[in-house]
């Protein structure tokens, strides 16, 4: 999705096809995209552990920082997944599969938030975090077999991703 920004430039928002409507038409849509967007926290060397790990405790993080609840109340998840997606955005211009690999992480995690509910912050994404961490594991696991046959980092990296989908 192109996306226009207050400085008068476009990003393309990665969407996962099944993001709620009630997301694009929250008031703070545009404010969450944007202070992903170059502001995001992406600006290290990201491996495929640590753009999953991010994903997930970014929302963690947001959800319980106080100063953000009282600021956005019941838009913060809108906010929060329009955040993520904005920095994946500008992740995407570099990394592209690291970006869609976070992309996919949230579509993990967006059926567990309820964004809809008024519940917050949501017990669901507490539920996950033996699933997040057992998937990075088998992750971690595919890449060491790869390595032990003698193939580099990246490309190791690449066959976990091919045979984790």
Same mark, same amino acid.
């Given at each position: *999705? ?8 476009? =990003? ?15 008031? #703070?849509f545009?404010d ?9 926290? /992406?600006?290290?060397? @990201? ?6 790990? #991010?994903? %997930?405790? !970014?929302?963690?993080?947001? $959800?319980?920082?106080?100063?953000? @609840?009282?600021?956005?109340? $019941?838009?913060?998840?809108? #906010?929060?997944?329009?955040? !993520? /997606?904005?920095?994946? +955005? ?10 869609? !690999?976070?992309?996919?992480?949230? =579509?993990? $995690?967006?059926? &567990? ?5 008024a *519940? ?16 990075? =594991? +088998?992750? &971690?696991k595919?890449?060491?077999? %790869? ?6 980092? !990246?490309?190791?990296?690449r066959?976990a991703?091919?045979?984790? +989908?």
């Amino acid at each position: *999705m192109q996306a226009h920004l207050a400085i008068g430039e476009e =990003c393309s928002l990665l969407v996962p096809i099944h993001l709620p409507l009630s997301l694009f038409i929250d008031p #703070w849509f545009k404010d969450g995209y944007e202070s992903g967007y170059p502001e995001g926290e /992406l600006d290290e060397e @990201w491996s495929v552990p640590r753009i999953v790990n #991010w994903t %997930y405790n !970014v929302f963690n993080d947001e $959800l319980y920082d106080e100063l953000t @609840w009282e600021t956005l109340g $019941l838009h913060l998840p809108a #906010w929060i997944v329009e955040w !993520v /997606l904005g920095s994946l +955005a500008w992740l995407a211009e570099t990394e592209r599969t690291l970006a869609l !690999v976070g992309l996919a992480h949230l =579509c993990f $995690l967006l059926p &567990r938030l309820a964004l809809d509910s008024a *519940m917050w912050p949501p017990r669901g994404l507490r539920h996950t975090d033996f699933f997040h961490r057992q998937a990075l =594991c +088998a992750y &971690r696991k595919r890449v060491r077999s %790869y390595r032990e046959q003698g193939r580099s980092f !990246v490309q190791a990296q690449r066959l976990a991703l091919a045979t984790s +989908a």
